[in-house]
């Protein structure tokens, strides 16, 4: 593999690889916080992307705000969600995973049936005019992906860190009887935590619009992925998150430059090669089991 | 004033009855002691004070207000802190993160305020970080602010626990043995720090604990339980001479 | 308490079952028939076709564009009394582009009493059904465009429609002969349709003395072709040619312009309003392609619009208008056929059939090629233009 086409699938693979690592971090937000794996992660990032497209396409909204239109309705929806799952929480977590099973594939039908199956067709929100330096093209809407993304995640940990909803989000997950016993309404900082995954999988899932295709089958395509890569980087941990997910991406782009057939298959071997070694993830963070 | 006032509480579980008819007050200012062998439910006392259980029967009553109803968030903002046996502290975060994280009643920080209000999170933001520092300047956390809560030391970590307790702006504290696994000196201090809270802060305390030195010094009136019933009530001179007292104490297990 | 945790687990439970038995349902392909009459052709009031496409997914609009062409023809026909009388019926089969739900679809209604079936639009579906309308002894009429269609020996398939073959000779001929160009990439999908491309491409483009200097082969569904245009692109190809459906023919023109590919991009019939939507109409200016159907180039072909603008209110398309020459063939034959409406002698009637259609003449030979002929058009301002 020359050198170009090393750099270009590199930028490529971070490109994709940010969208990845920001579902990912949607997944490990969440089951850090809950202790819950939530299954309907990927249908909420396919009607995220639906919202924030149809917002754009249609209605000729600006992109930006597209996409916080979208980020407010699914961040209500997740808290939503946890209202209707926490009586099932309350028996046990398993009931709660088959209930996120259940939500996500009613939103997936509810989807369709008001979306149709067949899928929108979106333009980038920029001229997306290629910078040329040398022998490489960077497409510039992939580095907008890849500085937004970076913005997301910065804005997420300051406000995880620094601020007094944030470190109440995290020692509610940490500590439920004594925040409790200190004054929060963890109830409330659970929805909390699930309507912010939720937005994540949202700005992430209108984004990739223009490069991919807006449909249904976005639930799997880039869910599952996502869902890997939280896994890969180690699920709970965020950092981690963000590492299998831009590990996803490169390794999808830079092995499909070489054998196309296997550049699907190929990350999720890798995938499996690496938990049989680390069953933890690459960052490797003891997990909290809540189970 | 009877601040906290319990009435005939009981709490069953699964037939067997951990506390059985107990009633007793708290008066304002006082620092007041549960003691009794193990297994005589001051814990599960605590429990249905704070909120964890509700009680079987029986009412509770803060601030001349009923109590026993409400979930523990909300028991915590009428005013009412406590402590757990063993320590629960948001071990992944820093000492101040610790504080920071639970000023959140006074400091009237509502969700909608992180969309609408920036300016106002900002300064209450501000405001957060002054009030902990201060409160750790004030239970000699100071030079342990950025430490992760998991790596202090023992006697440290308990401190911290107490001094969360009381970023609440609590009326009544409830410390759940706050004297396990301290040597004499660190006993000591603690005691030093109990009684700073009620003399300096205007804070109610009330102690479980097995450390009879502590607790005979710095109680004015002691409830004693056994199996489940209150055996006596009365300051640390009567209950130290009674003699149910003392046959429970030689014949049960501490 | 017990009873009711009990009660909530039991209603999640049923709930979640029904929306699974929901979705299950609605799975399946769905089948649109008015009442049959249940007896046999001879004595029944009406004649019965099938129509099996995609009428939902990414593939839809090829399922709908036939279904648009081949009911032009059906409805005027009925409001002119029918075939000696009798009104013909379609019947419409959902198969999501999924050939076993096709195939499944296929043995459901050869036993219905159909006469024909149009099946499937897409090449895939249509490989997969050859056997069962074969051996029904069913004449089956596609556009698919896969060259095996014909050569798997049914002796039932007709293809209104030029084969990959005759495309892709057309546009290698075009692109090295007349363009003069040499260095050429391809792109295809591992689909029947998209083997079919690059196959008969490859071969065509041999012919000519030339070999392709990248061949890139991605899945159906892929989305994302980075990649693989990155490798193309550091080969400094003069073309691009596409060989995939037309929503990835517009992603991957979409991606490529991303990627500064200054190549001249060029495609199959796939390129169509669905190709131009997806690309953008900036994108897909200029990109060339071959077809048999040029909106508004003669007098046919204006009728032809009018009509699909009257009856459906958008513009006469490339694949509307094959469908519409495919069912205007089938009548001719069926009424020529009439009343000895087996399969045998619709087939023998057409093959008898000289046509001359909208998109094409057509004279069907033993083993259901059509016709052979195509032409090069490009994009401008998003529609089909004649290329001169």
């Given at each position: 593999?020359?050198?170009?086409v ?5 930028i ?30 990927g249908?909420i ?23 916080i ?23 046990d977590?398993?009931?709660?995973m088959l ?28 001229k ?48 439920k ?7 929060m ?59 299998g ?30 938990l ?10 003891r ?5 | ?40 439910g ?9 909120g ?18 409400l ?11 406590r ?80 001094a ?7 009326k ?6 706050p ?37 005979m ?12 019933h209150?055996?006596i ?22 | ?15 979640t ?18 009442k ?47 075939i ?9 089969i ?8 096709a ?5 459901k ?9 149009f ?20 004449p ?37 002969n ?5 260095k ?20 065509a ?20 072709f ?56 900036e ?13 508004d ?18 513009e ?73």
């Amino acid at each position: 593999m020359n050198g170009t086409v090393l750099i270009q699938s590199l930028i490529g693979g971070l490109g994709i690889g940010s969208i990845y690592a920001l579902v990912a971090i949607g997944y490990s937000l969440v089951y850090r916080t809950m202790g819950l794996a939530n299954f309907a992660h990927g249908n909420i990032l396919m009607v995220g992307a639906y919202i924030g497209t149809v917002f754009y396409v249609s209605m000729h909204t600006n992109f930006i705000i597209a996409i916080i239109i979208s980020s407010i309705l699914i961040g209500i929806l997740g808290m939503v969600m946890e209202r209707i799952l926490r009586p099932l929480g309350k028996m046990d977590l398993i009931y709660m995973m088959l209930g996120t099973l259940g939500i996500g594939i009613v939103l997936q039908n509810l989807a369709i049936i008001i979306w149709g199956t067949d899928g929108i067709a979106v333009q980038y929100p920029i001229k997306n005019e290629p910078w040329v330096i040398g022998n490489i093209s960077i497409s510039p809407y992939t580095l907008v992906i890849i500085c937004a993304s970076a913005t997301v995640v910065l804005a997420l940990q300051f406000f995880l860190h620094k601020t007094k909803l944030g470190l109440a989000m995290r020692s509610s997950a940490q500590e439920k009887e004594m925040s409790l016993v200190l004054g929060m309404n963890v109830n409330l900082m659970n929805a909390l935590t699930l309507g912010l995954g939720s937005v994540l999988a949202a700005i992430a899932g209108v984004m990739v619009g223009p490069v991919f295709y807006v449909s249904p089958d976005m639930s799997s395509s880039v869910g599952i992925i996502g869902f890997a890569a939280a896994i890969l980087g180690g699920f709970g941990s965020i950092p981690g998150a963000i590492i299998g997910g831009l590990t996803f991406g490169v390794l999808q782009t830079m092995v499909a430059t070489q054998v196309s057939e296997w550049s699907q298959v190929i990350a999720f071997v890798i995938f499996v090669f690496v938990l049989i070694i680390k069953p933890s993830g690459i960052v490797g963070e003891r997990v909290v089991d809540k189970i | 004033m009877e601040l906290l006032k319990i009435a005939k509480v009981s709490r069953e579980f699964g037939g067997l009855k951990a506390i059985d008819d107990v009633s007793f007050s708290v008066k304002k200012g006082a620092i007041h002691g549960v003691i009794g062998p193990n297994g005589s439910g001051k814990t599960t006392l605590f429990n249905v004070v704070s909120g964890h259980y509700k009680p079987t029967s029986g009412e509770v009553w803060f601030e001349n207000k009923p109590i026993h109803k409400l979930p523990p968030y909300k028991i915590c903002r009428a005013g009412l802190a406590r402590t757990f046996q063993n320590l629960r502290l948001f071990k992944q975060m820093t000492v101040l993160e610790n504080i920071c994280a639970v000023l959140d009643e006074s400091s009237g920080v509502r969700i909608l305020d992180y969309f609408l209000f920036l300016n106002r999170v900002l300064r209450i933001e501000k405001e957060t970080v002054l009030k902990a520092e201060k409160l750790l300047e004030d239970f000699n956390l100071s030079e342990w602010w950025n430490v992760q809560a998991d790596s202090l030391p023992y006697g440290v970590q308990k401190r911290m626990e107490i001094a969360r307790a009381l970023a609440t702006n609590p009326k009544l504290l409830l410390l759940d043995e706050p004297a396990a696994g301290l040597n004499h000196t660190e006993t000591d201090e603690l005691s030093g720090i109990i009684k700073h809270i009620r003399d300096d802060l205007g804070i109610t305390v009330v102690l479980i604990e097995h450390d009879m030195k502590m607790v005979m010094s710095i109680c004015e009136t002691i409830t004693v339980l056994n199996e489940g019933h209150l055996l006596i009530e009365g300051t640390p001179e009567v209950v130290s001479n009674d003699k149910q007292v003392i046959s429970a104490y030689l014949g049960g297990e501490w | 308490m017990k009873n009711k945790r009990k009660s909530i687990f039991k209603g999640m439970i049923l709930s979640t079952l029904a929306v699974l038995a929901l979705t299950a349902c609605n799975s399946q392909g769905k089948s649109n028939t008015s009442k049959s009459s249940g007896s046999s052709t001879k004595d029944s009031k009406v004649i019965k076709i099938a129509q099996i496409g995609p009428f939902s997914g990414n593939a839809a609009s090829f399922g709908n564009w036939d279904n648009q062409g081949i009911m032009l023809v059906v409805d005027e026909v009925n409001k002119n009394g029918g075939i000696h009388g009798k009104k013909i019926e379609v019947i419409k089969i959902d198969d999501q582009a999924n050939p076993t739900v096709a195939v499944n679809a296929a043995q459901k209604v050869v036993n219905q009493n159909i006469v024909a079936a149009f099946a499937t639009p897409l090449s895939t579906g249509t490989l997969a059904t050859l056997q069962v309308f074969d051996q029904a002894k069913i004449p089956q009429l596609t556009a698919g465009q896969d060259t095996s269609i014909t050569t798997k020996g049914s002796k039932y398939i007709f293809r209104y429609n030029a084969n990959s073959a005759a495309y892709t000779k057309t546009a290698a001929d075009y692109i090295v002969n007349k363009l003069g160009k040499k260095k050429i990439a391809i792109i295809t999908n591992s689909g029947a349709y998209g083997k079919g491309e690059r196959d008969s491409f490859t071969k065509a483009l041999k012919e000519f003395g030339v070999e392709p200097i990248a061949d890139e082969v991605v899945t159906p569904d892929a989305k994302d072709f980075t990649a693989q245009l990155t490798n193309i692109k550091a080969k400094n190809p003069e073309v691009l040619y596409m060989g995939t459906e037309n929503i990835q023919m517009g992603l991957i023109t979409k991606q490529a312009i991303a990627l500064g590919l200054k190549a001249q991009r060029a495609g199959g019939s796939a390129a169509d309003p669905i190709f131009v939507k997806t690309a953008g109409v900036e994108n897909a200016e200029g990109t060339i392609f071959t077809t048999q159907y040029i909106p508004d180039a003669d007098e046919k072909t204006k009728e032809f619009n009018e009509a699909v603008k009257a009856k459906y209110g958008i513009e006469g398309e490339f694949h509307i208008a094959k469908a519409y020459d495919g069912a205007m063939m089938l009548v001719e034959a069926l009424k020529n056929a009439y009343p000895n409406l087996d399969g045998e002698t619709v087939a023998k009637e057409l093959r008898k059939l000289n046509y001359s259609g909208i998109t094409g003449d057509y004279k069907f030979d033993e083993t259901g090629e059509g016709t052979d002929k195509a032409q090069m058009a490009v994009i401008k301002d998003g529609k089909a233009t004649l290329l001169q």
